[in-house]
């Protein structure tokens, strides 16, 4: 096996390049960049740290193991997947970009990350860690923002979709995805003017993961939807000035519906949902919606409590355990019931809590059938062991043994001691 070790210090594990500019690309050539010798292989591992900048080239489709190691760009993306590719990062290691208006991952792509800490510092350059303009789903690792001011951790979809020039903002055909997804299973993410902002035609689902944010100011959310986002899993917990978990809100009906779906998680703040209004009447959250199925919001003591008092953002919820006195005002067909340890969740109106008694009659049926059904096995396992030379423990053979020669039969059987 053979490296190249230029004088961007890079060496990875079964590839072999030339250096030109500081640009690896894996999986096809980039002109004035790299050489790709061995183009023909797709699993990568960092050999060393680097400070060279990963291109995912269209077509591809790799595998990069960070292997324990740092990349460490300046001024450019760390790691950028082309639409059209399809890449997957694994392992320990770190990847940060320093610099503004840069971010550790820029995913045009089809991008699966199952581990690595991916950071951002603001005070060397503000931007996002994550910006996503493809699809991403991240399964395991560590998203982290330190000294920051300004940026969200990560941003889901465009900031003005109809930017048609600038393709870190908008959308430019044949360099973005038009309607980026990112799923989220598991991980860390931590720090951030706002964890996760859903911008211009993103779609967001989270299914897991542990998301927390301490920010001086009122103004940011853990979650910031302008689209379309699902949680139905994960802990969310706000801290510093920051007491809101969640915002929802609509610019207009095309690429910022508006549309918060809640059906499950753990969240802790003073307040759920922000509402926020605007002067122009298609910019009003009054036309976002939040739908709440499920989730433990036990540690919350507002559900929403709205910006001015010109917005009344509907929320529509059929689910969920809130504190006692949480203010709540279930759907239509829905009714909140106390429950043990001085909650309440909401629940169909036809629910009726089992009582005491209904539990034990329960109780007194069961147990009967159960043993009754539990007989009907064993004396039917009793007559099919002789046939069968199925093993038997000794008191059921002893038993089964007797009935039979009773019957006149000779058995003979092992007994499994």
Same mark, same amino acid.
């Not at 072999?16 to 790709?36: D, E, F, I, R």
């Not at 840069?102 to 603001?122: C, F, H, M, Q, S």
């Not at 929403?304 to 279930?330: C, H, L, Q, R």
């Not at 030379?389 to 039969?409: P, T, V």
């Given at each position: 096996?053979?490296?190249?070790?230029?004088?961007?210090?890079?060496?990875?594990?079964?590839?072999?390049?030339?250096?030109?500019?500081?640009?690896?690309?894996? +999986?096809?050539?980039?002109?004035?960049?790299?050489?790709?010798?061995?183009?023909?292989?797709?699993?990568?591992?960092?050999?060393?740290?680097?400070?060279?900048?990963?291109?995912?080239?269209?077509?591809?489709?790799?595998?990069?193991?960070?292997?324990?190691?740092?990349?460490?760009?300046?001024?450019?993306?760390?790691?950028?997947?082309?639409?059209?590719?399809?890449?997957?990062?694994?392992?320990?290691?770190?990847?940060?970009?320093?610099?503004?208006?840069?971010?550790?991952?820029?995913?045009?792509?089809?991008?699966?990350?199952?581990?690595?800490?991916?950071?951002?510092?603001?005070?060397?350059?503000? &931007?996002?860690?994550?910006? $996503?303009?493809?699809?991403?789903?991240?399964?395991?690792?560590?998203?982290?923002?330190?000294?920051? /001011?300004?940026?969200?951790?990560?941003?889901?979809?465009?900031?003005?979709?109809?930017?048609?020039?600038?393709?870190?903002?908008?959308?430019?055909? +044949?360099?973005?995805?038009?309607?980026?997804?990112? /799923?989220?299973?598991?991980?860390?993410?931590?720090?951030?003017?706002?964890?996760?902002?859903?911008?211009?035609?993103?779609?967001?689902?989270?299914?897991?993961?542990?998301?927390?944010?301490? &920010?001086?100011?009122?103004?940011?959310?853990?979650?910031?939807?302008?689209?379309?986002?699902?949680?139905?899993?994960?802990?969310?917990?706000?801290?510093?000035?920051? $007491?809101?978990?969640?915002?929802?809100?609509?610019?207009?009906?095309?690429?910022?519906?508006?549309?918060?779906?809640?059906?499950?998680?753990?969240?802790?703040?003073?307040?759920?949902?922000?509402?926020?209004?605007?002067?122009?009447?298609?910019?009003?959250?009054?036309?976002?919606?939040?739908?709440?199925?499920?989730?433990?919001?036990?540690?919350?003591?507002?559900?929403?409590?709205?910006?001015?008092?010109? /917005?009344?953002?509907?929320?529509?919820?059929?689910?969920?355990?809130?504190?006692?006195?949480?203010?709540?005002?279930?759907?239509?067909?829905?009714?909140?019931?106390?429950?043990?340890?001085?909650?309440?969740?909401?629940?169909?109106?036809?629910?009726?809590?089992?009582?005491?008694?209904?539990?034990?009659?329960?109780?007194?049926? /069961?147990?009967?059938?159960?043993?009754?059904?539990?007989?009907?096995?064993?004396?039917?396992?009793?007559?099919?062991?002789?046939?069968?030379?199925?093993?038997?423990?000794? +008191?059921?053979?002893?038993?089964?043994?007797?009935?039979?020669?009773?019957?006149?039969?000779?058995?003979?059987?092992?007994?499994?001691?």
């Amino acid at each position: 096996m053979r490296f190249y070790r230029g004088s961007y210090a890079l060496r990875i594990a079964g590839l072999s390049v030339l250096v030109a500019v500081g640009a690896t690309v894996l +999986g096809g050539k980039y002109a004035n960049a790299v050489t790709v010798i061995w183009s023909n292989m797709t699993e990568y591992s960092l050999a060393d740290d680097s400070t060279e900048q990963i291109v995912v080239k269209n077509g591809a489709n790799v595998k990069i193991n960070l292997n324990g190691k740092t990349l460490r760009t300046s001024g450019v993306d760390s790691v950028i997947v082309e639409k059209g590719a399809t890449a997957t990062i694994e392992g320990d290691g770190t990847v940060t970009a320093e610099g503004t208006g840069v971010a550790p991952i820029y995913n045009n792509g089809d991008l699966t990350i199952n581990g690595g800490t991916y950071l951002k510092d603001e005070s060397k350059g503000a &931007y996002y860690a994550i910006l $996503n303009h493809g699809n991403l789903t991240f399964n395991n690792g560590t998203v982290k923002m330190d000294n920051f /001011t300004t940026s969200s951790l990560v941003d889901d979809g465009y900031y003005d979709f109809a930017n048609d020039k600038e393709h870190k903002i908008g959308y430019v055909s +044949g360099v973005g995805q038009e309607e980026p997804t990112m /799923t989220i299973n598991g991980g860390t993410f931590t720090g951030g003017a706002g964890i996760i902002k859903v911008d211009d035609n993103g779609t967001l689902t989270i299914n897991d993961g542990t998301f927390s944010a301490n &920010y001086p100011k009122t103004d940011r959310m853990i979650i910031m939807n302008n689209h379309v986002a699902t949680i139905n899993g994960g802990t969310f917990t706000t801290a510093g000035g920051m $007491n809101t978990v969640l915002m929802n809100r609509h610019y207009d009906g095309g690429h910022n519906e508006g549309t918060l779906t809640i059906n499950g998680g753990s969240f802790v703040g003073q307040k759920l949902i922000h509402e926020e209004s605007y002067d122009e009447s298609s910019h009003s959250s009054t036309d976002a919606k939040t739908i709440v199925t499920g989730g433990d919001f036990t540690k919350i003591d507002t559900v929403k409590t709205p910006y001015t008092a010109k /917005t009344n953002m509907p929320v529509e919820i059929s689910g969920g355990t809130f504190k006692k006195d949480t203010e709540v005002e279930p759907a239509a067909e829905y009714k909140t019931i106390d429950i043990d340890g001085g909650d309440k969740k909401v629940v169909p109106k036809d629910y009726v809590e089992p009582t005491d008694d209904t539990k034990k009659d329960d109780k007194e049926v /069961t147990k009967p059938r159960a043993e009754e059904a539990k007989t009907k096995e064993s004396d039917a396992a009793k007559i099919a062991a002789p046939n069968t030379g199925a093993e038997l423990d000794q +008191g059921s053979m002893i038993s089964g043994f007797m009935a039979l020669l009773s019957a006149g039969l000779a058995v003979f059987a092992k007994i499994k001691l």
